[in-house]
C-alpha cells in the first residue's frame, strides 16, 4: 500500500470543491428538515398527531420509510429518510471516479509504475470516501445535539449517514474490479443502490400493512441503517451488521483485485461481430449503439419505480379514507388537493428530477466523446457537426421521455387510472428538456464546464427538497424549471408554461449547437 | 503540377500558446509528403486544421479544391484520416469501427479491406477495450486504407506497430504511391520511413516550417565531414569560408564543409598533398538533429 498517503492526497486535492459540497449540504439537510417541523407544528400535539397519521400511511412509509415513533428526532430521521440514498449515490460515484475511471483513462500506469502499490489506488479512494462520510455523520451528530436532541440518538444519527456511504463505498470497490469500464462498474453500483432501494420501499410498505413482507428490508443495506432507529431504539445492532458488510465487500474487492490485471474487468469482454451490421453506418446508428444501454438501464429502473409508485398509491386511497386529517398534513407541506392526486404530483416531481440526470448524461456524451478522441475520427469523415451532436441529443431529449412515460404508464395502471397519472409524469418533460438543454449550451460555448451541468441538477434538487419547507422566496424557486409546470394531477393544465420551457429549451439548445459549430473540436 | 493541399502563413494560437506561427506547407498531388517536428513543433494541430477541426486564426489554407473549415463535409468524402493516439468505442469491435468509419466517409472496398486485415493480421472481433495500441493504430489504418480516397492525412500511423507490422505499412503505402493518384501527408518521427516512402518532406519547429524540399535537396543544405592526412603543410584552409570546425595536429586536418564550399577545400587539400582522404556523407540523423536542436519547445 506504499504511496497511498500520496495519493489519497491527490484526490483530497482533484475533489477539494465536490467532495465538501456533498459532504457538507447532504450532512446539513437533517437542520432544515428539524427547523421546518419546529415552524410547523405549533404545540406537541400538533407533532403527536402528525406522527399518528404518517406512522399509519403507507405512502409515506415507501417514500421516507417507516415512522417508528413521534419524538421531533425520529420525525426528522424519517423525513430525512431518503438522503441516505444519496449518500450512498455520492459515495459508490466517488470510489469508481478515482478508481475504475482513472483506470481506463490510463493514468492508473503512469501512477502504478512508480512507487506505489498495488492497492494503493482503491485504498486511498476508498480512504478519502469513507472520510467523507465519517464527516458527513459527524456533521450530523453535532448539530443534532447542538440543536437539543439527546446526545446517543445523534450519534446513531449520524452512524446512519455515514454507514449508507461505507456500505456502498464497499459495494463500489466490487464493482470496480468486476467491468473493465468505469460506465459498467457505475451501473452495477447504481443497479445495487436501486435495487436496496426498492426492497426497503417493499418492506417498509408492508409493514404499514399486513407485514408479511417485512423481511424484504432485512435484504436492504439501506433497510439495515434504518433499523437502527435512532432517538427510538437507537439499536446498535444493525449497526454492526452494516459494518461488517462493509468488511466484507472491502475485502471481497481487495481480493478481486488481486485476481485481475491492470485496465481488465474480471467479467472478460467477448469477442463481437467482426462485420458492422447494416444499422451502424450513420451517426445516428452509432448513437443507437451507443446509448442503448444506458436507455434501456433508465427505463427499466423507471418501469420498476413507476409500479412501485403505483402500489403506493393504492394503498394510500385506502388508508386516506380513514383520517381526513391526512389531507391537513399534506396542504401544510405544500401540496394541494387530495391526498393521491398530491402524492402522484409529488412522484411525478421528483421522477421528472431523476430523469434530467439521464437527460445531462447523454447530453455530456457529446463532451465525452470529444474528449476522448472519438469525435475527430467520426468528424474527420463526412459528418457535419449537427448531425453528429444530433445523434446524441435525440437521446437525450426523447431518452427521458420514453423513460418518463414507462413510469406513468404503469404507475397508473397499477393505480387503475392511467390518464392523469401518465399526464402527470409527461407534463415534468419541458422542465427536463430546459436542464438538458442547459448541457447542450455549456458544450457548446463554454466545453471546459460542461459539468456545471450537474449543478443545475444539485440546485433543482435542493429546491425540490426542502423548498417548499423552508419557504423560500418566490424568485429562488422560479429558478428551477420544474417550479413552472403544471402539478398534475393536483393542479390543472396549463399550457403556456409549457410551452415557454419548450421555447426556452429550443433556445438553448440551438444557441449549444451554434457554439458546437463554430468552435475548435477537441477544444 | 496541382497542389492537394497548399497552406500559407497558418497561424494558430491556443490562449497565449501560439501553436502555429506562420506555417507553409504545400503538398503536390500523388506524391508522399513528409511532414516532420519536434514533439509540440504543431504537426497535429496543422492536420486538425487541414480537417477543419480547428479554425485558423491566420493566413490561408486550401485543401483538394476547397476551404477545409467551411466545406469540411463535402472535402471529407475524398479523404481519411489516422490520428496520433486512436481509441475507439469500447463496445464496438474493431471490424464494425472499420465498416463504420468506411461508411461514413461514402463507401469502402470490401476485397481491400479483408485484404488488409489479412495484412496487418488483425483480430476484428476483439472489442474496443481489448485491443493494444499496436492493434488500435493497425484498426484506424485498414479503415483509411480500405476507403477510396484521394488524400491520406497519417499523424504518426506506425507509432507502437512492431518491426513487421510498420514493414507492411510501408508495402502499403508504396503500392498506394505506384497508383500515382493518391496523395498522402505523412506526419512521422521515424527518419527510416520519410526516407522510404517519402518523395518530399516539410520539416516544422515551433510552428514554423524551417525546410521544404526532396531529400537530396535538404542533405545539400548541410555539411559533408572531412578528415585527411597530408603529406606537406596546408595553407588557407581556415580562410575558407563554409569550412567549419576545423582541426589540425601533425599532419592531419578533420573539418566540416557546407556543399558549396567543398570544391574549394578539397582545391586547397589537393595543392597540400593528400595521403588519405575520409569522407562522411551528411546523415538523415544529423540533418534533423541540425534542425531540431534549439526548439524553444
Ligand atoms: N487544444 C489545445 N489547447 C492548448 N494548447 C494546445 C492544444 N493543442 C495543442 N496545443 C499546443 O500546441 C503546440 C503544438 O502541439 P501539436 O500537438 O500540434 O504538436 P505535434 O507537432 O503534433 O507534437 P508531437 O510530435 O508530440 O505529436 C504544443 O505546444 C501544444 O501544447
Ligand atoms: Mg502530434
Redesign the interface.
Known amino acids: 500500500m506504499t504511496g497511498t498517503g500520496s495519493l489519497l492526497r491527490l484526490i483530497l486535492r482533484r475533489d477539494r470543491v465536490v467532495l465538501p459540497l456533498w459532504v457538507l449540504l447532504l450532512g446539513l439537510l437533517p437542520q432544515v428538515y428539524l427547523a421546518s417541523f419546529q415552524s410547523v407544528f405549533a404545540t406537541d400535539a400538533d407533532r403527536l398527531e402528525y406522527a399518528r397519521v404518517s406512522a399509519s400511511n403507507a405512502g409515506f412509509a415507501g417514500l421516507y420509510g417507516r415512522l417508528s415513533g413521534d419524538s421531533l428526532g425520529e420525525l426528522v430521521v424519517w423525513r430525512a429518510g431518503f438522503v441516505p440514498v444519496m449518500i450512498g449515490l455520492a459515495a459508490l460515484l466517488t470510489v469508481i471516479r478515482h478508481t475504475r475511471a482513472e483506470e481506463?483513462a490510463g493514468r492508473s500506469d503512469l501512477i502504478r509504475a512508480t512507487v506505489v502499490g498495488r492497492w494503493a489506488q482503491p485504498a486511498a479512494a476508498l480512504l478519502a470516501t469513507t472520510l467523507g462520510c465519517l464527516v458527513l455523520g459527524l456533521i450530523v451528530t453535532a448539530s443534532m445535539i447542538v440543536a437539543g436532541e439527546p446526545a446517543e440518538g445523534s450519534v446513531a444519527f449520524g452512524a446512519l449517514f455515514t454507514l449508507s456511504g461505507w456500505l456502498f463505498a464497499g459495494v463500489a470497490a466490487i464493482a470496480a474490479q468486476l467491468t473493465?469500464?468505469a460506465?459498467g462498474a457505475r451501473m452495477i453500483a447504481v443497479l445495487v443502490l436501486g435495487v436496496s432501494y426498492v426492497l426497503r420501499v417493499g418492506g417498509d410498505i408492508s409493514a404499514v400493512g399486513d407485514g408479511r413482507l417485512d423481511w424484504l428490508a432485512w435484504l436492504s443495506p439501506l433497510g439495515w441503517v434504518q433499523k437502527i432507529s435512532p432517538y427510538g431504539a437507537d439499536d446498535w445492532a444493525p449497526a454492526a451488521l452494516a459494518l461488517l458488510a462493509v468488511v466484507v465487500t472491502v475485502a471481497v474487492g481487495g481480493h478481486l483485485l488481486t485476481r485481475r490485471d491492470l485496465?481488465a474487468g474480471l467479467l472478460a469482454?467477448?469477442?463481437?461481430?467482426?462485420?458492422?451490421g447494416a444499422g451502424?453506418?450513420?451517426?445516428l446508428?452509432?448513437a443507437w449503439?451507443?446509448h442503448r444501454?444506458l436507455l434501456a438501464g433508465w427505463v427499466a429502473g423507471f418501469a420498476a419505480l413507476g409500479l412501485v409508485f403505483g402500489g403506493v398509491g393504492t394503498s394510500m386511497a385506502q388508508i386516506a379514507e380513514d383520517s381526513r386529517s391526512v389531507s391537513d398534513v399534506f396542504n401544510k407541506l405544500g401540496g394541494a388537493g387530495t391526498v393521491t392526486d398530491a402524492y402522484f404530483a409529488t412522484t411525478a416531481g421528483i421522477c421528472g428530477l431523476v430523469v434530467s440526470i439521464y437527460a445531462i448524461q447523454a447530453a455530456l456524451r457529446i463532451r465525452d466523446e470529444e474528449q476522448?478522441?472519438?469525435a475527430?475520427?467520426?468528424?474527420?469523415?463526412?459528418?457535419?457537426r449537427a448531425s453528429w451532436a444530433a445523434g446524441h441529443l435525440l437521446f437525450a431529449l426523447l431518452g427521458p421521455a420514453v423513460a418518463m412515460v414507462a413510469e406513468g404508464a404503469l404507475a397508473g395502471a397499477t393505480f387503475g387510472d392511467v390518464g392523469p397519472v401518465l399526464a402527470a409524469s409527461t407534463a415534468q418533460l419541458p422542465a427536463v428538456w430546459v436542464l438538458g438543454a442547459v448541457a447542450v449550451l455549456l458544450i457548446g460555448v463554454l466545453p471546459r464546464f460542461s459539468a456545471a451541468a450537474w449543478g443545475a441538477v444539485a440546485v433543482c434538487l435542493l429546491l425540490l427538497l426542502v423548498g417548499p419547507l423552508l419557504e423560500l422566496p418566490r424568485w429562488v424557486l422560479d429558478a428551477s424549471p420544474f417550479t413552472h409546470v403544471p402539478q398534475l394531477p393536483a393542479a390543472s393544465f396549463t399550457a403556456v408554461p409549457e410551452i415557454v420551457l419548450i421555447l426556452i429549451a429550443t433556445a438553448l439548445a440551438a444557441a449549444g449547437l451554434a457554439g458546437l459549430r463554430?468552435?475548435?473540436?477537441?477544444a | 503540377m496541382t497542389e492537394a493541399i497548399a497552406a500559407e502563413g497558418l497561424v494558430k494560437r491556443f490562449g497565449k500558446v501560439t501553436a502555429l506561427d506562420g506555417l507553409d506547407l504545400r503538398v503536390r498531388t500523388g506524391e508522399v509528403h513528409g511532414f516532420l517536428g519536434p514533439n509540440g513543433a504543431g504537426k497535429t494541430t496543422a492536420i486538425?486544421i487541414l480537417?477543419g477541426?480547428?479554425?485558423r486564426d491566420g493566413g490561408s489554407v486550401r485543401l483538394l479544391d476547397g476551404d477545409p473549415w467551411a466545406e469540411?463535409?463535402?472535402l471529407?468524402?475524398r479523404?481519411?484520416?489516422v490520428?496520433g493516439?486512436?481509441?475507439?468505442?469500447?463496445?464496438?469491435?474493431g471490424?464494425?469501427v472499420?465498416?463504420?468509419?468506411g461508411?461514413?466517409?461514402?463507401g469502402l472496398d470490401p476485397r481491400r479491406r479483408d485484404d488488409l486485415i489479412e495484412r496487418f493480421q488483425l483480430?476484428?472481433?476483439?472489442?474496443g477495450?481489448?485491443y493494444s495500441k499496436g492493434n488500435r493504430q493497425k484498426v484506424?489504418l485498414i479503415a483509411a486504407l480500405a476507403s477510396d480516397v484521394e488524400l491520406l492525412?497519417l499523424d504518426e500511423p506506425t507509432s507502437g506497430l512492431d518491426p513487421l507490422m510498420e514493414e507492411v505499412f510501408r508495402e502499403v503505402i508504396q503500392q498506394e504511391k505506384s497508383r500515382g493518384d493518391r496523395t498522402v501527408l505523412l506526419s512521422s518521427h521515424i527518419l527510416a520511413e520519410v526516407e522510404a516512402l517519402c518523395d518530399r518532406l516539410t520539416i516544422i519547429r515551433d510552428g514554423r516550417s524551417v525546410e521544404t524540399g526532396t531529400l537530396d535537396d535538404l542533405r545539400h543544405l548541410t555539411r559533408t565531414t572531412i578528415r585527411a592526412e597530408l603529406t606537406g603543410p596546408i595553407d588557407g584552409l581556415g580562410t575558407i569560408s563554409g569550412v567549419h570546425d576545423l582541426t589540425t595536429a601533425d599532419g592531419r586536418v578533420a573539418f566540416d564543409v557546407d556543399a558549396d564550399a567543398l570544391e574549394p577545400a578539397l582545391r586547397t587539400l589537393v595543392t597540400a598533398g593528400v595521403r588519405s582522404l575520409v569522407s562522411q556523407p551528411p546523415s538523415l540523423e544529423e540533418l534533423f538533429l541540425r534542425h531540431y536542436t534549439g526548439s524553444e519547445r
Do not use: C, Q
Open positions: 481506463e473493465s469500464g460506465r485496465a469482454a467477448r469477442p463481437g461481430p467482426p462485420r458492422a451502424l453506418s450513420s451517426p446508428g452509432l449503439r451507443l444501454g476522448n478522441g472519438h475527430e475520427l467520426v468528424l474527420s469523415a463526412a459528418v457535419g463554430r468552435r475548435d473540436v477537441p | 486538425r480537417l477541426l480547428m479554425r469540411a463535409t463535402r471529407h468524402k479523404l481519411a484520416y490520428p493516439d486512436v481509441t475507439f468505442w469500447p463496445t464496438l469491435t471490424g464494425e472499420i465498416d463504420l468509419l461508411r461514413l466517409r461514402g483480430d476484428p472481433r476483439k472489442k477495450r481489448t484506424a492525412l
